[in-house]
């Protein structure tokens, strides 16, 4: 998989990219991250990339010359979307994650300000929202997409499993349980004891039932 990023802040990335897992699919080669600085691709002396609305208002507004050269530039691969990243695009989930997994290439664009020109529409395949409310620009989403795309990449977990049994992934099975590590008590909390018997199928009926309950509050709240 390929990320190219359009950004006017490259360096917000450096350091989210260089720990965790990130860092290790970069290294073992199973992702590739591209970064493009818009203002690289303006003409003008004093690399503008924002301008005034037309027909005037508050704010200034990304234009679009500079994104229609930077996407220019990109390589395309076979399956790849051209994403852009706003508060009013669809919310992205598990399942959208899942899909993008699928493809070779990502290609994601981080607007500022107070938006952008609505032409941006002719470029993109997708506008995604990472949740429904503001931030100042996409580099945040871009991070958040990078983050759940990559961790579905085969051999990008350390156990093989670990994506699949994500809660959400798991659509039908739950996997919602509270878990707890050593000690088994911390001041007066306990770890719960049936944890600590080694009975595997008594332990596994507690972990459903606790799913259960974790499940149905969500869905009443
Ligand atoms: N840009 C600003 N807010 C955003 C959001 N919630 N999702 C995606 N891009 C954004």
């Known amino acids: ?29 199973l992702i590739q991250i591209n970064m493009h600085n818009i203002r690289d691709f303006t003409t003008d002396k004093h690399h503008t990339v924002d301008d005034r609305p037309y027909g005037g208002g508050p ?21 790849s979307k051209i994403v852009l990243l706003t508060p009013t695009g669809k919310q992205f989930n598990q399942q959208m994650a899942n899909r993008f997994a699928k493809l070779d290439q990502l290609i994601l ?24 409310y503001v931030l100042s620009g996409g580099e945040l989403p871009a991070m958040v997409i990078i983050e759940a795309v990559t961790r579905l990449i085969p ?9 699949k049994s994500d809660s959400f992934t798991l659509n039908k099975e739950y ?4 878990q707890y590590t050593r000690p ?18 008594l332990i596994e009926a507690w972990r ?10 969500k869905t009443e709240k």
């Open 1 to 29: 998989m390929r990320f190219d990023i359009l950004t006017i802040f490259p360096k917000i990335f450096d350091s989210y990219f260089s720990e965790t897992i990130i860092k290790r699919a970069l290294k073992k080669k």
């Open 59 to 79: 704010g200034m507004i990304f234009k679009l010359e500079p994104i229609f050269q930077a996407l220019k530039k990109i390589n395309r691969r076979k399956k």
């Open 109 to 132: 664009i981080a607007g500022r300000y107070e938006g952008i020109d609505a032409r941006v529409d002719k470029l993109v395949s997708d506008k995604v929202s990472i949740g429904p």
């Open 155 to 163: 051999g990008v977990l350390g156990h093989k499993d670990s994506a």
């Open 175 to 178: 996997l919602e349980y509270p």
């Open 184 to 201: 088994a008590k911390f001041k007066k909390w306990s770890a719960p004891s049936v944890l600590l018997t080694g009975n595997h199928k």
């Open 208 to 217: 459903k039932k606790k799913s259960n309950i974790a499940r149905k509050n």
